[in-house]
């Protein structure tokens, strides 16, 4: 645990390490908008915290999809074993033997 702590703040400080080193302004257009002097590092940071966002949506949903995917097949899988169950039926004494 003691090593994931040093490895959160190590990763911590090479943020902090980037965002005082590109305090540089940009200027940002995107279709009719534009935003000056946001500093690169804000950018690039943000850029970044959407493209992880976006991918976790992308696994939730791939995810919830999986797992109803699982229900249905563990639905099925029960009817037919109840059916298989009430077309042969076990004889308990033939399992002791």
Do not use: C, H
Not at 7 to 20: E, S
Not at 28 to 46: S, T
Not at 84 to 93: L, Q, R, S
């Amino acid at each position: 645990m003691i090593i994931l702590y040093l490895l959160v703040a190590l990763i911590g400080a090479a943020g902090a390490i980037f965002a005082l080193q590109n305090i540089d302004p940009v200027v940002i257009r995107f279709l009719g908008w534009r935003i000056e002097g946001a500093p690169l590092a804000l950018v690039l940071m943000l850029s970044m915290i959407m493209g992880i966002v976006l991918t976790s949506l992308i696994g939730i949903v791939q995810q919830w999809k999986l797992k109803s995917k699982i229900r249905q097949l563990q639905a099925r899988l029960a009817q037919v074993s109840a059916a298989t169950t009430e077309a042969n039926p076990v004889d308990p004494g033939r399992l002791s033997k």
